[in-house]
């Protein structure tokens, strides 16, 4: 007898809480309210001022959850590596005290990831040409920033060997 493996069934959206009035998604419903309230309502810059690096890790951490209803539903992976890049710009960002703080206050990555969830979640998960061109020019960035940091430890190589 000969083992099959199952084909994974498309996403079902969870219906909506009876009663409510409305045919909103609760998952989604969830992580606008936790984007809210770490973007909105400043929970996100303020554990990175009191909690410097370490509150930042946490605002992360917390975005995850975002970007794990985006896998749950089979969104594309550009769209997923979109909203990583969100998280990992104000995580990279926020690190820097004071500075970091103030980036948080405008940058709000948790409530573009979830208005990424929503956008996409219209169009079946498929990415448009906007999340191809942002995933692109981070990939370039990403090439440059290693292009830059190579050249820098071959200059100071050669500095430090020439006072050898």
Request: proline residues 5%; without cysteine.
């Amino acid at each position: 007898m000969a083992m099959t493996t199952p084909v994974p069934l498309p996403y079902v959206v969870p219906r909506a809480r009876r009663g409510s009035g409305t045919r909103t998604d609760p998952e989604v419903e969830r992580a606008s309210k936790i984007a809210k309230v770490l973007d909105h309502d400043l929970v996100d810059p303020l554990m990175g001022f009191v909690l410097p690096g370490v509150g930042d890790l946490l605002g992360s951490l917390l975005g995850l959850y975002t970007v794990a209803l985006a896998v749950r539903r089979k969104m594309s992976p550009v769209v997923i590596a979109r909203m990583l890049m969100n998280l990992a710009i104000d995580a990279g960002v926020g690190i820097v005290p004071l500075v970091g703080d103030l980036f948080d206050l405008g940058f709000k990555a948790n409530l573009k990831n979830v208005a990424l969830l929503t956008d996409r979640t219209a169009t079946g998960g498929r990415a448009t040409k906007k999340d191809w061109l942002a995933v692109a020019g981070a990939a370039l960035a990403f090439v440059l920033v290693l292009g830059l940091a190579v050249f820098a430890v071959v200059k100071l190589v050669g500095a430090v060997g020439h006072y050898l």
